[in-house]
């Protein structure tokens, strides 16, 4: 990114990588080692996701800009290929829909099983995504756990999940 900007006759004053960047005690610690740098800045551009942009931004009084449009919480499948693996509700099903989330990977949230209309094991929503409940139920089945899908789940709480959300460890 520093050769990019160099090239179309940006001066870049320095440079930092933050990990993990959404951690704000530690990127006071390092930004307060950069502060000459970027007290010379005109912008600071952060390469992380909107967390990781906005705690830089709450720990210097340089105008933060992001370089990427954070899209969801997921995981890198490959070098350029990403997928959504967790909305954060608040109320995590993971344990008994064996790793599979289906708030995320069903289109519909569903949470007690799926609604009937996939085809081909492909959601009716989105045909380019596998059905959540498919998935689940095979990797249930390949656990030999599928007495988890006896038990009907009371409908989510999603005031957990209002936005924004502050947490306190408890003491």
Request: with cysteine; hydrophobic share 35%; net charge positive.
């Amino acid at each position: 990114m520093k050769e990019k900007l160099e090239k179309q006759g940006k001066i870049v004053t320095g440079s930092v990588i933050l990990d993990p960047s959404c951690h704000k005690l530690q990127v006071k610690a390092t930004l307060k080692k950069q502060k000459s740098q970027i007290n010379e800045a005109d912008a600071v551009l952060c390469m992380a996701c909107g967390d990781g942009t906005q705690t830089v931004a709450n720990c210097i009084k340089t105008p933060v800009y992001p370089a990427n449009d954070t899209l969801f919480i997921g995981e890198i499948e490959r070098i350029g290929q990403y997928q959504e693996a967790c909305k954060a509700c608040g109320q995590c099903e993971l344990g008994w829909t064996a790793g599979i989330c289906p708030i995320t990977k069903c289109a519909k949230s569903l949470l007690n099983g799926p609604c009937g209309g996939a085809k081909n094991g492909k959601c009716e929503i989105n045909p380019e995504n596998d059905c959540a409940w498919i998935l689940i139920y095979n990797r249930l089945k390949d656990l030999d756990m599928l007495n988890t899908l006896l038990e009907i789940k009371p409908p989510k709480d999603y005031s957990k999940s209002l936005h924004p959300r502050k947490l306190a460890a408890s003491k």
